[in-house]
């Protein structure tokens, strides 16, 4: 078939070149948001005086029936027939409709075309990528809220360091979680303008009307400058930085979920529906999803790679090159939308064994520094608390035993300031109920941040 922009040309396209140079195998997924722009543009040029009225309803009736025709899958998208989704509805809607069909592209490039239907698609898919986000949050907070006095060693180094509830460590996602919902509505702002009317790269000698047709696609405003306009593809980066960040905190939360889940933490176990086995181990119950996210992450950072690669060196204004935009952006959207569809799922679904997390606080000595600041409290200078304190875990580590095992005779061997109510001072849930600054582990304050959190989500869902 021969291309729409063929007047210029006195010979076919090579076979090798058009499969080299169709994008129609994967922009296809925008014939939606192609569509609407294109209602919007021919009702906009009737507006104007520029088409007939009768033509944009030939031209409304034929979009109409394509659309529907792609919804039911219909109508395949060959690479041998059409060049990419823009020159495919046109295509379509010509053999349909005839003459009108060519009055469409008045006023239009393809190049504010596809900017505009960039826009569009990730503007919806950050949408939803920002309700997935909000969900995740709503389902940590729940486990979060059922476990504020689940005591387990927090942890630096991964070395056991001070006592800290199941819930506070959670929330710690739910905090990073937070400031991804906020950047991905920070995109949603900065995307906020509407390419189409840019043209090529310096608008039409047409009088379209640039803000009628922004407001009609829900755009607060058009570009400001059609040569930008059309080679703007910083909101596809920022789009990407942002789902490259979320990952990068969807395989910190995997990897502490694989860890916890091992024999050597066993924190928690998942449900069998969320584990996968061994083809030759029959003893074995692995975090196969986690593990898969963990990976995943790498390949959502080479999207962002990629687009930043193809970018970095473009002239003013369109380019080739912009084509490759699409599919690393696609990628990431159907990446991260699989990791949110089946995280919360899995998180839900696990079953706490509180009881190992309290053991494993028992030992380790993360008490210490309760230790310490009670010798502290009663009037000790605080580096010869510590220190005195840190003789103590030594011996107890000689001696296999833990700090609330010294009698307290041995305890006064080392300090007159010692007495009864040392017991209570390193209990571990003492001590994280003490832990009662803003922001700290103990109950009172997770319960703040697990109602700022419900709060943050109740306020920032369906902002976009």
Known sequence: MAKLWAGRFSKTTDETVNDFNSSIPFD????AQDIRGSLAHSDMLARQGIITREDRDAIHQGLTEILA????????????????????VEQLLTEKIGDAGKRLHTGRSRNDQVALDMRMYVREEAGHIHDQVLHLIDVITDVAQNNTETIMPGYTHLQRAQPVTFAYILLAYVSMLKRDARRLENTLEVLDECPLGSGALAGTTYSLDRHFTAETLGFSRPCDNAMDGVSDRDYCLEFLSDLSILMMHLSRLSEEVISWCSWEFKFIELDDAFSTGSSIMPQKKNPDICELVRGKTGRVYGDLMTLLTVMKGLPLAYDKDMQEDKECVFDAIDTVSMCLKVLPDMLSTMTVLTENMAAAGRRGFINATDCADYLTKKGMPFRDAYKLTGGLVARCIREGRTLEQLSLEELQEESPLFDEGFYAAVDLLNAV????????????????????????????????
């Not at 025709?69 to 495919?88: L, R, S, V």
């Not at 832990?435 to 369906?462: C, D, L, M, Y």
């Open 28 to 31: 296809n997924r925008l014939y």
């Open 433 to 464: 109920k003490r832990r009662n600054t803003w922001g700290g582990p103990s109950p009172e304050q997770t319960q703040e941040q697990i109602a700022q959190a419900r709060e943050f989500v109740k306020n920032h869902r369906k902002q976009d």
């Open 69 to 88: 025709a792609m919804d039911a899958g219909e109508i395949g998208f060959d690479p041998a027939q059409y060049e990419d989704i823009h020159m495919c």
